[in-house]
């Protein structure tokens, strides 16, 4: 047994296709499958069903999940615990975050905890959510924030990780302006002139949401997509360039709304709530993280 294996049994069931989680994995799919495979052989049970796409787990993989889980999530936990006595950092707050809140929303929202409770110790690391998810189903941090949507399944069970809302956001379609000062890429686009469209990975959350409401829109949109990044940043940086049409996370584009070199593309029906939720799981946190919950329960929305 080894604990990579564990690793990538977690990141093949959460992906349901093995070139994406070699990938993921800084591998390749070859040694990745015989990886899986060296696992499968140690339990004694095929563990994911290959006939069906996205690969599922089988009843077996099914019982295998959680057990694989708290393991990672022990030891990782119990490394961090070790290391922190080691390195006189036991009050150590580690969040996992999304990389467009990482640069955003998070300064922010943790300024505003400062203000109330003084100076914290924290941790980020910024990734893309699903590596973010990962990073929380193996214990290496205590919490995780990315934004979600109803439409956007989170791989984190409700009975074991919870969640709260500790924001709201809006996926808003923006373009350069053109010579006469308008949106250059103004939605719906046309047959004869589709949009170019600046895309998600279909990795990012926030792109599905994006998908989601392009299929459900009254008013289909004509876009040839031309680009696709999980990086709402590199997204924002190509939308300004005058490269095409993308839905962007209004915390990050106040400034050039303000400044004019982003402009609106569509009317509200285009814009796409979503909320900035912070997930943990439910077993006891140690005692800095645990305190840290209570204050952000109690900052959280009155919605919430």
């Not at 467009?100 to 929303?105: A, D, E, K, Y």
């Not at 998070?106 to 990734?127: A, M, Q, T, Y």
């Amino acid at each position: 047994m080894e604990i990579k294996w564990l690793m990538d049994f977690l990141s093949l069931a959460d992906t349901g296709n093995f070139s994406r989680s070699a990938e993921s994995r800084a591998t390749t799919q070859p040694a990745f499958s015989r990886r899986i495979k060296a696992l499968e052989e140690w339990v004694g049970a095929p563990l994911f069903d290959r006939g069906k796409q996205p690969i599922t787990l089988t009843p077996a993989g099914e019982r295998f999940h959680p057990v694989a889980e708290g393991v990672l999530r022990r030891l990782f936990q119990a490394r961090d615990e070790i290391r922190q006595i080691g390195q006189s950092s036991e009050n150590t707050i580690s969040f996992s975050s999304t990389h467009s809140l990482s640069l955003t929303f998070f300064p922010d929202w943790i300024r505003h905890i400062e203000e109330r409770v003084g100076v914290l110790l924290i941790r980020l690391d910024s990734n893309q959510v699903g590596s973010c998810v990962q990073s929380l189903l193996r214990g290496e941090c205590h919490f995780m924030m990315c934004h979600t949507h109803p439409s956007v399944d989170i791989p984190l069970p409700e009975d074991r990780y919870q969640s709260v809302k500790v924001g709201e956001d809006r996926l808003l379609p923006v373009s350069a302006p053109d010579e006469q000062g308008r949106p250059s890429q103004p939605l719906p686009g046309s047959a004869a002139a589709p949009l170019s469209y600046l895309a998600y990975a279909e990795t990012s959350a926030i792109g599905r949401a994006v998908d989601f409401m392009l299929a459900h829109h009254p008013a289909r949109p004509a876009m040839q997509r031309v680009f696709e990044t999980h990086l709402a940043a590199v997204l924002k940086t190509m939308a300004r360039d005058g490269r095409g049409l993308a839905w962007l996370p209004e915390n990050q584009i106040l400034a050039e709304l303000e400044a004019g070199t982003l402009l609106l593309s569509g009317d509200p029906s285009w814009y796409i709530p979503v909320d900035i939720r912070v997930f943990r799981p439910r077993e006891p946190l140690p005692h800095a993280a645990e305190a840290f919950w209570s204050v952000i329960g109690d900052t959280a929305p009155a919605s919430d």
